[in-house]
Nanobody, 116 residues
Framework: QVHVVESGGGLVQAGGSLRLSCVVSGSIFNMNVMRWYRQAPGKQRDLVAE???????NYADSVKGRFTISRDNAKDTVYLQMNSLKPEDTAVYYC??????????WGQGTQVTVSS
């Protein structure tokens, strides 16, 4: 059984920074790809960033140059460093991992609120 737990959300002023963490039980070595999504009220859940087992990364255009996804294999953790935050970044952020056996797992989400 794989469990995914996000943390690090909170309230921050525009221009500030937050670092989200996603701890994956069962070792991220088993994960083909790890992603951060976000969902604002009344909107669909959108992909923010992803990192593959090999370390390749991909970002939504809206966060390029501001957000950085990374992984720490020793801690089974994926991070999302968010800088220069904007009010439009306000959303619930979800971690999603896809295991080598092609099953996806979601965390419960962490709220990020950016005040203007």
């Amino acid at each position: 059984q794989v469990h995914v737990v996000e943390s690090g959300g909170g309230l921050v002023q525009a221009g500030g920074s937050l670092r989200l963490s996603c701890v994956v039980s069962g070792s991220i070595f088993n994960m083909n790809v790890m992603r951060w999504y976000r969902q604002a009220p009344g909107k669909q859940r959108d992909l923010v960033a992803e990192i593959t087992r090999g370390g390749s990364t991909n970002y939504a255009d809206s966060v390029k140059g501001r957000f950085t996804i990374s992984r720490d294999n020793a801690k089974d953790t994926v991070y999302l460093q968010m800088n220069s935050l904007k009010p439009e970044d306000t959303a619930v952020y979800y971690c999603n991992v896809v295991a080598s056996w092609n099953t996806g797992y979601w965390g419960q989400g962490t709220q990020v609120t950016v005040s203007s």
